[in-house]
């Protein structure tokens, strides 16, 4: 059984920026396709990033593109999402998770789930 497990949330005012890690208790991320996911209370879990295996590539929300960016380092087993210019709306509880496949940002394809890390944008 995958595990997952988030870190790196925090308090950060707007502009500010945080960095999010997602370790993985795999030998290895090999195979899998990590995305990065947010739920703000009151509202649906959305689709933040995600990014392949097989070539790194990655997607975006329309929402952060060209403010967030996703990485990973597979010899570590972790996935990385910069965090930049960070704005109140971004607020949410932000959940890694992986599925053996494509990378993509449709979240019922994901069979693997982290506990989620809180992140607050605040003056």
């Known amino acids: 059984q995958l595990h997952l497990v988030e870190s790196g949330g925090g308090f950060v005012q707007p502009g500010g920026s945080l960095r999010l890690s997602c370790t993985a208790s795999?030998?290895?991320?090999?195979?899998?396709?990590i995305g990065w996911f947010r739920q703000s209370l009151g509202k649906e879990r959305e689709g933040v990033s995600c990014?392949?295996?097989?070539?790194?590539?990655?997607d975006y929300a329309d929402s952060v593109k060209g403010r967030f960016t996703i990485s990973r380092d597979n010899a570590k087993k972790m996935v990385f999402l910069e965090m930049s210019s960070l704005k109140p709306e971004d607020s949410a509880v932000y959940y890694c998770?992986?599925?053996?496949?494509?990378?993509?940002?449709?979240?019922?394809?994901?069979?693997?789930w982290g506990q989620g890390t809180q992140v607050t944008v605040s003056s």
């Open positions: 998770a992986a599925r053996r496949g494509g990378a993509t940002m449709t979240i019922s394809l994901y069979n693997y």
């Open positions: 795999e030998l290895n991320l090999n195979g899998l396709a």
């Open positions: 990014i392949t295996s097989a070539d790194d590539s990655t």
